[in-house]
Structure formats: structure tokens, C-alpha cells
């Protein structure tokens, strides 16, 4: 991430200037991150698991998701946080 608004995304071959859209969905298991690029039409998604890295880096990735969120409600990054009842 290079600052609230701006991301590098890198692909096979080359790196790209995006920024995060509010299509973008959050959860304790799952990132589905939603990117537009600049200067193209199309938007990119990068899916991360928790187990795809190290906790405290999910953990980081979450907090600063959080609060980088957007106060357009259109443009709203979804959180879900549900808990689950042990039966």
C-alpha cells in the first residue's frame, strides 16, 4: 500500500498504480480486495485467506481497511464480523 488512496499491484508483468474500491469485502477469513486501475477501464480483485499470511499481518490488513474506510456510503467497504454460537 503506498498511502490511503494509492496501491502498487504487481502482476507477471509489470506494476500498476490502483486505487481501493468500495466494492471491496472484509472478514475475519477472507479479503476480497477490489482494485481500479488507473488509466484502464477494468477492475481487479486480489482474494486473500487469513492462512495465506503471517496473523499479525492479516490483523494489520484488517485494522487499516478499517480505517481507511470511505464516508460515501456508495463507495463503503463491506465488513462482515459475525460471530458464531457454540452449540
Excluded at 50 to 58: G, I, K, N, V
Amino acid at each position: 500500500m503506498l498511502s490511503n488512496d494509492a496501491w502498487s499491484i504487481l502482476d507477471k508483468k509489470r506494476i500498476y498504480a490502483a486505487t481501493l474500491c468500495g466494492s471491496s469485502t472484509v472478514t475475519k477469513m477472507i479479503c476480497i480486495l477490489r482494485f481500479k486501475i488507473l488509466d484502464e477501464k477494468l477492475k481487479r480483485s486480489c482474494i486473500l485467506f487469513r492462512d495465506s499470511m503471517e496473523a499479525e499481518q492479516y490483523r494489520q490488513l484488517l485494522v487499516s481497511m478499517r480505517n481507511n474506510k470511505t464516508k460515501d456510503n456508495s463507495n463503503a467497504i463491506i465488513f462482515f464480523n459475525k460471530t458464531r454460537k457454540n452449540h
